[in-house]
């Protein structure tokens, strides 16, 4: 198929998208990059900062409970896969001077959690790539909408797991000297993440102190993010947050098997979003006036222990959890993490 011009002579589409023959590679990942593939384009490069601008979208999670690993996951066509991840539940206490380093009162457990193939396709004509700014759009659209699918899918679940709910919450009296006070000492033995909406997350940075890292630790609090599209948590609308100690949520990031006989001409890792890989898949159709590219995560997230889940809402109905009093852990027949 000729689609473009170089110099005075037309050229095929496998000059713009030139690959190495793959027809003796097996069907997995780990096939060898073809780094001249896209005419020399790179796309970490063209990647890079797509991935920097939805780098606080997946922030939050890496306070929580994380598998990240290189290991590669087959999914069938439409198919999930049902994998476990280890939470602890309690750790103890350190042995000091000790003499007997044969124990272990660390106890974990294993949940269940559904990882997800996420992908989203893209055509890539050769018009796209004399544009490098109209190339670079769609990688980062395609980048945002896997990301915010994972998140929008945790955020399901934890409205599915039905928190408790700290209510009453105002714009007024949503302060740092609240937080460090009250919402810092709700959760037993520590808050690692509070995810707010950027409204509320602007009252937690002083006038004065504009170079504040929330996300770094503050407050009494593991780390402090923003976020948007919270207020889906809950059926009333008015849920402005959600915090949790790191047993609450768990989150693995697996590598995906893409096989070469589906089609597949050229496989590359893109980066990492807070340890969760993205990869960029390529292959052509037949017909179309380019090349087709998804870009390609496999992620699962659990709500593994909700009764270390806080939801935060400005409803002023009554609270089984009084924001006035400080609640520890879990609920009945549930046990409390371990100081």
């Not at 994972?150 to 949503?174: E, R």
């Not at 609240?178 to 509320?200: D, K, Q």
């Not at 889940?309 to 002023?316: E, P």
Request: with cysteine; glycine share 8%; net charge negative.
């Amino acid at each position: 198929m000729t689609i473009a011009n170089k110099g005075n002579k037309p050229f095929e589409m496998k000059d713009l998208f030139p690959v190495t023959s793959m027809t003796d590679q097996k069907p997995s990942m780990h096939m060898t990059e073809n780094t001249n593939s896209i005419a020399g384009l790179g796309w970490r490069t063209v990647a890079s900062k797509s991935l920097a601008e939805v780098k606080e979208v997946f922030a939050p999670l890496d306070r929580y409970t994380t598998d990240f690993t290189d290991e590669i996951v087959a999914f069938g066509p439409g198919r999930a896969v049902t994998l476990t991840i280890e939470i602890a539940k309690e750790v103890g206490e350190a042995i000091k001077d000790a003499d007997d380093w044969d124990v272990s009162a660390v106890e974990t457990e294993p949940v269940n959690i559904v990882c997800h193939r996420y992908s989203r396709p893209f055509l890539v004509t050769s018009y796209d790539m004399a544009a490098g700014s109209r190339l670079e759009g769609k990688l980062k659209k395609a980048v945002e909408a896997v990301v915010k699918s994972v998140v929008k899918d945790l955020h399901v679940q934890i409205k599915a797991a039905n928190p408790q709910v700290i209510s009453g919450l105002t714009l007024a009296s949503f302060t740092p000297e609240y937080v460090a006070t009250e919402l810092s000492g709700m959760i037993i033995p520590e808050v690692s993440a509070l995810t707010v909406n950027p409204t509320y997350h602007a009252k937690l940075t002083p006038y004065n102190a504009d170079s504040l890292k929330l996300e770094t630790g503050v407050y009494g609090i593991g780390g402090i993010y923003k976020a948007t599209g919270l207020e889906a948590l809950s059926d009333d609308k008015k849920t402005i947050g959600y915090m949790g100690y790191e047993n609450a949520i768990g989150i693995i990031s697996r590598q995906p098997l893409i096989p070469t006989e589906n089609g597949a001409i050229f496989v590359s890792e893109l980066g990492s979003i807070g340890g969760v890989k993205l990869y960029l898949k390529q292959w052509y159709k037949p017909g179309m006036e380019g090349i087709m590219h998804s870009v390609e995560a496999a992620v699962g997230t659990v709500v593994a222990m909700p009764g270390n889940l806080r939801l935060l809402s400005t409803a002023t109905t009554s609270d089984p959890a009084p924001v006035s009093a400080p609640v520890s852990g879990s609920g009945e027949g549930e046990e409390d993490p371990v100081e």
